[in-house]
């Protein structure tokens, strides 16, 4: 009997980090065909992903173009994973998140009447342009999917609230913490993975480490600049350094350079890998982040998050006490840091090891479901 194909497409470094953990477990179960087909609409920082994760594509599109428009980059997609489709002819599709990868990619599977399964369905702002284009990838590919993978309850009473039949509608946890765990555990048997730390452990021993991420597309321009200007005076504490992991996205580093200069106190470095990453997470005292992940990964470490956004579709974090929204206006950054580091109380109250966002088995779930729908 031929194994059922699942057809997993992915575009950036989220979505890799996200879907890495479903694909290992879809591969380990051996009943069915999994192939895996990467547009690469972020070349360089899901490349990062592809290698730690020892994943290597089986179709590679390769459509990272510099300064894309939404227009052309979706057009390309929708032809690009359609012709992919017609070569493959999965029995299944499966998609993550809210890119413009994920909603062409369950548009081309719904031209062809495939089923899609999408992973980290039901996240909602209730505002379509925060995050934009996010917001509406996601609501768009809600009608078409078979198999909604929701990550909490939150998540799936959205989907209820849109009439998605709640048959199809799982709650699994999302899949960073399956994430998280795996390289959490692979770093501790193979510390070289993340010992590029080292030289700033060492530099930022006696300080308390601020770590910063910051590419939302909402906060170019002025919110960027109060970003930039509110580093500056953190980074003026004696006690405190700043570590910024800096986005290749222009917006971020030409405002950051024209702002900051080379201001020794603020560690502006190259986006780190996977591991890397983790392993800075666990050195930061707090984290000031508009990522999305950063948001569900923090609490799940016990660090306190300031979320440099009005809205967030994750309140999950909010309502665990381990996250605040800041939005980006300067002097409101500067405080709530400040408070944080210098009211222990407060930084206690945050400081709690929450796993709102999942326990670590998400993947398991989500192929089960996925093989047995496949089973029929
Ligand atoms: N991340 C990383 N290296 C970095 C910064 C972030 O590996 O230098 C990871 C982070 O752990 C999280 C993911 O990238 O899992 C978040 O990606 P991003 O902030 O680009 O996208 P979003 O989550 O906002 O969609």
């Given at each position: 009997m031929t194994k059922p194909r699942i057809l997993v497409v992915f575009g950036t470094r989220p979505e890799a980090i996200k879907l890495f953990p479903v694909v290992r477990t879809l591969t380990d179960r051996g009943d069915v065909s999994v192939r895996t087909c990467v547009t690469a609409q972020h070349r360089g920082l899901l490349d990062q992903v592809l290698e730690i994760a020892g994943l290597v594509p089986d179709?590679?599109?390769?459509l990272m173009e510099p300064g894309q428009t939404l227009d052309r980059l979706t057009a390309r997609l929708l032809t690009g994973l359609g012709a992919v489709l017609d070569a493959e002819r999965p029995d299944m599709v499966v998609v993550q998140g809210d890119t413009a990868t994920a909603m062409a990619g369950a548009m081309a599977a719904y031209y062809r009447k495939v089923p899609v399964a999408h992973v980290?369905?039901?996240?909602?702002?209730?505002?379509?342009y925060h995050p934009w284009p996010e917001e509406v990838n996601r609501r768009m590919i809600a009608p078409i999917a078979a198999l909604h993978f929701a990550p909490t309850d939150t998540a799936a009473e959205a989907l209820r609230r849109e009439a998605i039949d709640p048959a199809r509608i799982h709650v699994t946890g999302n899949t960073v913490i399956d994430a998280l765990h795996w390289t959490r555990d692979r770093i501790a048997r193979e510390p070289a993975l993340a010992s590029g730390l080292l030289p700033i452990a060492d530099r930022v021993r006696d300080k308390r480490l601020v770590l910063v991420t910051t590419h939302r597309r909402e906060n170019f321009g002025d919110g960027m600049t109060a970003i930039a200007r509110a580093l500056a005076r953190i980074a003026a504490r004696e006690d405190v350094a700043v570590l910024f992991p800096m986005h290749p996205n222009p917006n971020v580093g030409g405002v950051m350079d024209a702002v900051l200069g080379d201001n020794p106190r603020i560690l502006r470095i190259d986006p780190l890998d996977y591991p890397h990453f983790v392993a800075a997470l666990d050195l930061a005292h707090l984290v000031l982040t508009d990522s999305g992940g950063v948001q569900e990964e923090a609490p799940a470490l016990g660090k306190p998050v300031l979320v440099?956004?009005?809205?967030?579709?994750?309140p999950e974090g909010v309502a665990a006490g381990t996250a605040r929204l800041v939005g980006t206006d300067e002097d409101r950054i500067v405080s709530e840091i400040f408070t944080l580091i210098d009211d222990h109380a407060a930084y206690a109250a945050m400081a709690r090891a929450h796993n709102p966002f999942g326990d670590g088995h998400a993947s398991n779930r989500i192929a089960e479901i996925i093989a047995d729908a496949c089973r029929g």
């Open positions: 179709i590679d599109l390769d980290e369905a039901g996240l909602r702002s209730g505002d379509i440099m956004r009005e809205t967030t579709e994750r």
